[in-house]
């Protein structure tokens, strides 16, 4: 690819990941729209200075406008992601980014596996999936008893555990949310 054509690509690839029409995109630049929709059809020759605003306006670097977009996905290998043995459970986070208050975790729980949870801030909520059964979730002293498919929400700020009393390995799935969400 030439320069103009990473440009264009790079500029729509980063406009659309960020949400930004090309007129808001203008706006937010001090570019003239049809001047953006020209550099997205790689058919301009931009001075350093319109790139700099552009740029600035994406909040990157002039590198990463003029450098050959990046790839839109990115496969993270199982054991690229932090995982801890707890026990009888192996708790592996699912999500390689981090977003602030949010907990996302995998539950793997062999035959006869406990494990105690965490209270969390008050006002949290949790989701508990069960995607392979049985799992039973004590929280407050009520007992729910998941099974492959089951989905109990439960306040997150109060003491809660989890168990398998099967005789084959149970995966849930944990999904914490800070009130307000």
Do not use: W
Not at 32 to 41: C, D, G, K, N, Q
Not at 149 to 178: E, K, M
């Amino acid at each position: 690819m030439d320069a103009a054509s990473n440009v264009a690509a790079s500029l729509r690839q980063l406009r659309e990941l960020r949400g930004v029409t090309q007129q808001r995109l203008a706006t937010l630049s001090g570019v003239p729209r049809a001047t953006i929709a020209t550099l997205e059809s790689g058919s301009a020759n931009p001075t350093l200075a319109v790139l700099v605003k552009v740029a600035a306006a994406l909040q990157v670097t002039v590198q990463e406008l003029i450098s050959p977009p990046r790839a839109s996905a990115r496969l993270y290998k199982a054991a690229e992601l932090p995982a801890e043995q707890r026990g009888k459970v192996l708790v592996r986070q699912l999500l390689p980014d981090t977003i602030p208050g949010v907990v996302v975790e995998r539950l793997e729980l062999r035959p006869g596996a406990r494990m105690t949870g965490t209270p969390h801030k008050p006002g949290t909520r949790e989701y508990l999936a069960c995607e392979r059964g049985p799992v039973q979730l004590v929280a407050s002293g009520e007992i729910h008893d998941l099974e492959d498919g089951d989905v109990v929400v439960f306040r997150g700020d109060q003491r809660h555990g989890y168990s398998n009393r099967g005789d084959r390995t149970a995966v849930a799935y944990s999904v914490v949310l800070p009130a307000g969400r």
